[in-house]
C-alpha cells in the first residue's frame, strides 16, 4: 500500500457548534470549560442547539480533527482515518467534510446506529463539549483487522489514537500498538481529556506501553497524577501559573517524567510525553537513564485574532504529527504544533484557515 503514512483512529463525530450563555449551560448542569460524554439529563441538549441558537456544523472527534490538521500541512494522500459512523445524513456529512480536506476515511458504517454527535456550548474562549458516541461507540476490531483497512495499517509508518477511543474498542488500540512494536513503527496517543485517567485508568494503563509518543495538556496530566496517586505537588509557596489552571500546585514535568518513564514494549526508542499548557510553555520529556527535559514557549496570537480556542490542541496534535511524518527533530515537531494551532484559534472551530498556510520556523 503507497502513501498513507499516517492512520488515525479515533471517533468521528458531527460537531454542532454554538455560541451559548450560562443559562444554557446552567440547564444542563455543564462547566464552562470541560469535554464529557453525554447522560439522560443532555438528551434535548442537542435539539436546543440546533432549533434555539445558530449553530455551525463541522467534521469533529478529536483524532478526527487531528487528522484533518496533519493532512492540511502534508501533501496529499498523507492520512487515513478509521473510526465508525451511521448510515444517515449525518454521516454522509462528516464524510464528506474530511474527503474535502483530502484524508481518506475509511469508517465501519453502522446501520443500526445513529452518527456521533457533540454539543459545543462556546461562551467567550471557553467550550463545554458534551458528546453522545452514537455510532462512533460501536467500532469493532474485526473492522481493523479485515483486509482491506488492514492493508491501510500495514503501509502507514505513524499512528495516533484519541484518548476518547479508550471508551470505545480497547482491542482495536491494543492491535495497532502490538503491530507498531513489532515492525518498529511509531505508536501516539492523546489523553483527550481529564476524565479519561480519572475513569478509563485501567483502559489507559494497558495501551501506555506500547506509545512512543503521549500527547496531552496539563490537566489531563493532573488527573493522570491524581488516579494514579503520583507525588508530585511543588513545594510550598511555590506555584506554577497557567492559563487554565490559575493555582496549580502540581509538577507538570515531574508529572511527564514519571509518565515518561513507565515500561515500555518498543525498547528501540524512549518515550516522549508532551504536555501543553494554554499560553504557557509546552513542557515535553524524552524518557530514558537520563530524561531529556525542554520547554517551548508557544507562538503568541493577539487576543482580537482569536475567533474560538476550541479544537487548539487538536490542531497541536495535527501539526506535531505532520512534523513525524516528515521526519523533523523534535523541536520543530513541538513548533508545527504551535503553528498549526496558532492558526486553528482564528477559526470557528476546530477548522484550519481556507487560504492555505505553509509552515515556517519561529524565530
Same mark, same amino acid.
Given at each position: 500500500?503507497? =502513501?498513507?503514512?499516517?492512520?488515525?483512529? #479515533?471517533?468521528?463525530?458531527?460537531?454542532?457548534?454554538?455560541?451559548?450563555?450560562?443559562? !444554557?449551560?446552567?440547564?444542563?448542569?455543564?462547566?464552562?470549560?470541560?469535554?464529557?460524554?453525554?447522560?439522560?439529563? /443532555?438528551?434535548? !441538549? *442537542?435539539?436546543? !442547539?440546533?432549533?434555539?441558537? /445558530? &449553530?455551525?456544523?463541522?467534521?469533529?472527534? +478529536?483524532?478526527?480533527?487531528?487528522?484533518? =490538521? +496533519?493532512? *492540511?500541512?502534508?501533501? &496529499?494522500?498523507?492520512?487515513?482515518? $478509521? #473510526?465508525?459512523? #451511521?448510515?444517515?445524513?449525518?454521516?454522509?456529512?462528516?464524510?464528506?467534510?474530511?474527503?474535502?480536506? #483530502?484524508?481518506?476515511?475509511?469508517?465501519?458504517?453502522?446501520?443500526?446506529?445513529?452518527?456521533?454527535?457533540? =454539543?459545543?456550548?462556546?461562551?467567550?474562549?471557553?467550550?463545554?463539549?458534551?458528546?453522545?458516541?452514537?455510532?462512533?461507540? /460501536?467500532?469493532?476490531?474485526? /473492522?481493523?483487522?479485515?483486509?482491506?483497512?488492514?492493508? *491501510? $495499517?500495514?503501509?502507514?509508518k505513524i499512528f495516533y489514537v484519541g484518548g476518547f477511543h479508550l471508551t470505545v474498542c480497547v482491542p482495536a488500540i491494543l492491535a495497532l500498538g502490538e503491530h507498531a512494536a513489532e515492525t518498529n513503527k511509531v505508536f501516539s496517543m492523546n489523553l483527550s481529556a481529564p476524565f479519561i485517567p480519572q475513569f478509563f485508568k485501567d483502559q489507559l494503563d494497558s495501551v501506555i506501553p506500547y506509545c512512543d509518543y503521549l500527547i496531552g495538556n496539563e490537566s489531563e496530566a493532573i488527573a493522570y497524577a491524581e488516579s494514579h496517586n503520583l507525588d508530585v505537588s511543588l513545594p510550598t509557596p511555590a506555584i506554577v501559573t497557567t492559563t487554565n489552571s490559575p493555582t496549580q500546585s502540581k509538577d507538570i514535568t515531574a508529572i511527564a517524567k514519571a509518565i515518561a518513564a513507565l515500561p515500555k514494549k518498543n525498547t528501540s526508542r524512549p518515550r516522549t510525553v508532551v504536555i501543553t499548557q494554554g499560553t504557557e510553555p509546552t513542557i515535553v520529556v524524552v524518557g530514558g537513564a537520563e530524561p531529556i527535559v525542554a520547554s517551548y514557549p508557544v507562538r503568541p496570537v493577539s487576543s482580537k485574532d482569536i475567533v474560538d480556542t476550541n479544537g487548539a490542541g487538536d490542531a497541536f496534535a495535527g501539526g506535531f504529527l505532520a512534523a513525524l511524518v516528515q521526519g523533523n527533530e523534535l523541536k520543530t515537531a513541538v513548533d508545527m504544533g504551535h503553528w498549526l494551532a496558532s492558526w486553528g484559534i482564528r477559526e470557528l472551530g476546530p477548522a484550519y484557515p481556507a487560504e492555505k498556510k505553509l509552515y515556517s520556523e519561529s524565530t
Open positions: 500500500m503507497s =502513501g498513507y503514512p499516517l492512520l488515525c483512529l #479515533g471517533n468521528p463525530l458531527l460537531d454542532i457548534q454554538a455560541n451559548g450563555d450560562k443559562a !444554557l449551560l446552567n440547564k444542563y448542569e455543564l462547566k464552562s470549560n470541560d469535554a464529557i460524554l453525554a447522560d439522560e439529563k /443532555h438528551r434535548f !441538549l *442537542y435539539d436546543d !442547539l440546533t432549533t434555539k441558537y /445558530h &449553530p455551525k456544523y463541522l467534521a469533529g472527534g +478529536a483524532a478526527q480533527n487531528s487528522a484533518r =490538521g +496533519a493532512q *492540511y500541512a502534508l501533501p &496529499p494522500k498523507s492520512v487515513v482515518y $478509521v #473510526g465508525c459512523i #451511521g448510515k444517515d445524513a449525518f454521516g454522509e456529512q462528516v464524510n464528506d467534510a474530511c474527503v474535502k480536506e #483530502g484524508v481518506l476515511t475509511k469508517y465501519r458504517i453502522d446501520e443500526d446506529q445513529l452518527t456521533g454527535r457533540c =454539543g459545543v456550548i462556546i461562551t467567550g474562549l471557553d467550550r463545554s463539549m458534551v458528546t453522545d458516541l452514537g455510532a462512533a461507540n /460501536h467500532y469493532k476490531l474485526e /473492522h481493523l483487522k479485515s483486509p482491506e483497512i488492514w492493508a *491501510y $495499517v500495514e503501509g502507514a
